[in-house]
């Protein structure tokens, strides 16, 4: 179904919009489309590549944030011994609000992705979503300018940041899982819905981004786990090798979009994604119309 080469891109491709607010499931929609490739994103095999896709996006952010992790496990840990969130324990309370985060869109992830994607998992319809989700961070970007962010930590403290995340309230915490949600539909991106609720709950970018790679981590991961065996199946044994190509590809571009987001979000916005997934998706949008 799916050759080595398309396997690559579509693992890059993975790996960068699955963390730029732009929609990986819009793009891995749509592009193939207009690459012209006679992909059938109903056959059997696609679902257990884009597995094997965001499980490399998962475990590269696990790693890259391993410090982090170790953290979050350790203020868990001592926070079920002794039953109770001590105040001054910055990782116990954020293990716990990624718990939180996470629920809504594993709820709705288990009963509505199903019938959402299939109902939507159309490239035109992808491309106007993702119209959608670039007037969304615009408009987060112009309420944002309302609000006072929190104050920016160190771009080099990871631990600093991390006590600013830990700020955040439990009801804010759960829009921001739910925010999240919304990426089941192609063409509105999971980083970017969770980012947007970080700014608007008070967060700088580059901390609203640092939240939203870490609340990914789990989302991803369950998910892509709980589909695992998809990929095992005897029926998936020819197509291994392209699985195998497209997670490392998405791994590596992951990996580096992770460290450019985290830079470039220390002094920029999300204005230059919202043009492009406006821009993007009109572009895409009428070139399917003329070409079919």
Same mark, same amino acid.
């Given at each position: 179904m799916i050759d080595t080469i398309q396997a690559a891109i579509l693992g890059l491709i993975q790996g960068i919009t699955e963390l730029f607010p732009i929609s990986s499931l819009g793009h891995s929609v749509?592009?193939?489309?207009?690459?012209?490739?006679?992909?059938?994103? !109903? +056959?059997?095999?696609?679902?257990?590549?884009?597995?094997?896709?965001? @499980? +490399?996006?998962?475990? &590269?952010?696990?790693?890259?944030? @391993?410090?982090?992790?170790?953290?979050?496990?350790?203020?868990?840990?001592?926070? $079920?011994?002794?039953?109770?969130?001590?105040?001054?324990?910055?990782?116990?309370k954020l293990g716990w609000l990624l718990v939180v985060g996470t629920v809504p869109a594993g709820i709705m992830g288990l009963v509505l992705e199903k019938p959402i994607r299939t109902l939507f998992a159309s490239p035109l319809i992808a491309a106007a979503f993702l119209v959608v989700n670039g007037l969304v961070l615009f408009a987060a970007e112009h309420l944002r300018t309302r609000k006072q962010l929190r104050s920016a930590a160190d771009p080099s403290d990871g631990a600093a940041s991390d006590a600013q995340i830990a700020t955040l309230s439990w009801k804010q915490v759960l829009g921001i899982g739910t925010a999240q949600a919304a990426a089941l539909v192609p063409g $509105?991106?999971?980083?970017?819905?969770? %980012?947007?609720?970080?700014?608007?709950?008070?967060?700088? !970018?580059? !901390?609203?981004?640092?939240f939203s790679f870490l609340l990914a981590t789990p989302i991803i991961g369950a998910a892509a786990v709980l589909k695992l065996p998809a990929v095992f199946g005897p029926d998936m044994a020819d197509e291994r090798?392209?699985?195998? &190509?497209?997670?490392?590809?998405?791994? &590596?571009? +992951?990996?580096?979009?992770?460290?450019? @987001?985290?830079?470039?979000?220390?002094?920029?916005? @999300? %204005?230059p994604f919202a043009v492009y997934c406006l821009v993007g998706g009109v572009v895409y949008f009428t070139l399917m119309l003329i070409f079919g």
């Open positions: 749509i592009l193939p489309r207009l690459f012209g490739w006679n992909l059938d994103q !109903n +056959a059997p095999a696609f679902l257990p590549f884009l597995i094997a896709t965001h @499980l +490399a996006t998962a475990v &590269v952010l696990f790693v890259f944030f @391993l410090k982090d992790w170790i953290e979050i496990f350790k203020g868990l840990g001592r926070s $079920i011994r002794d039953r109770k969130i001590t105040p001054s324990d910055t990782y116990a $509105i991106s999971r980083s970017g819905s969770s %980012m947007v609720g970080g700014l608007l709950s008070g967060l700088n !970018n580059e !901390n609203a981004a640092r090798g392209a699985f195998l &190509v497209g997670a490392l590809c998405s791994a &590596v571009a +992951a990996w580096f979009s992770t460290k450019f @987001l985290l830079r470039i979000f220390e002094t920029r916005t @999300l %204005m």
